[in-house]
Protein backbone atom coordinates (compact mmCIF):
# COMPACT_ATOMS: atom_id res chain seq x y z
CA UNK A 1 0.00 0.00 0.00
CA UNK A 2 0.89 4.05 -0.81
CA UNK A 3 -0.02 6.86 0.23
CA UNK A 4 -1.06 9.35 -3.19
CA UNK A 5 -1.86 12.83 -3.04
CA UNK A 6 -3.99 13.62 -5.67
CA UNK A 7 -5.67 16.93 -6.80
CA UNK A 8 -9.37 16.61 -7.76
CA UNK A 9 -11.41 19.97 -9.15
CA UNK A 10 -14.55 19.58 -6.93
CA UNK A 11 -16.89 20.84 -10.20
CA UNK A 12 -15.34 19.80 -13.64
CA UNK A 13 -13.39 23.26 -15.07
CA UNK A 14 -13.88 25.12 -11.75
CA UNK A 15 -10.35 25.48 -10.47
CA UNK A 16 -11.45 27.45 -7.26
CA UNK A 17 -12.71 24.63 -6.19
CA UNK A 18 -9.29 22.83 -6.33
CA UNK A 19 -8.00 20.81 -3.25
CA UNK A 20 -5.43 18.16 -2.17
CA UNK A 21 -6.75 14.63 -0.71
CA UNK A 22 -4.09 11.86 0.64
CA UNK A 23 -5.59 8.07 -0.32
CA UNK A 24 -3.66 4.92 0.64
CA UNK A 25 -3.90 2.67 -2.34
CA UNK A 26 -2.29 -0.46 -3.95
CA UNK A 27 -1.83 1.74 -7.37
CA UNK A 28 -2.02 4.86 -9.50
CA UNK A 29 -5.43 3.52 -10.87
CA UNK A 30 -6.85 2.60 -7.43
CA UNK A 31 -5.66 5.68 -5.84
CA UNK A 32 -7.52 7.15 -8.83
CA UNK A 33 -10.97 5.35 -8.85
CA UNK A 34 -11.07 6.07 -5.12
CA UNK A 35 -10.79 9.54 -5.35
CA UNK A 36 -13.29 9.70 -8.45
CA UNK A 37 -15.79 7.59 -6.05
CA UNK A 38 -15.34 10.34 -3.51
CA UNK A 39 -16.05 13.26 -5.57
CA UNK A 40 -17.99 11.54 -8.58
CA UNK A 41 -18.90 15.54 -10.24
CA UNK A 42 -15.42 16.38 -9.85
CA UNK A 43 -12.27 15.53 -12.08
CA UNK A 44 -8.83 14.69 -11.05
CA UNK A 45 -5.97 16.33 -12.30
CA UNK A 46 -2.78 14.40 -10.70
CA UNK A 47 -2.03 11.86 -8.75
CA UNK A 48 1.33 12.10 -6.69
CA UNK A 49 3.02 9.25 -4.99
CA UNK A 50 4.12 10.29 -1.62
Known amino acids: MSNYRI???KAKGDYSSK???NILAHSVSEARQKAK???PMGSVIAVVKS
Do not use: A, D, E
Request: no cysteine; charged share 0%.
Open 19 to 21: MLV
Open 7 to 9: TIL
Open 37 to 39: SMY
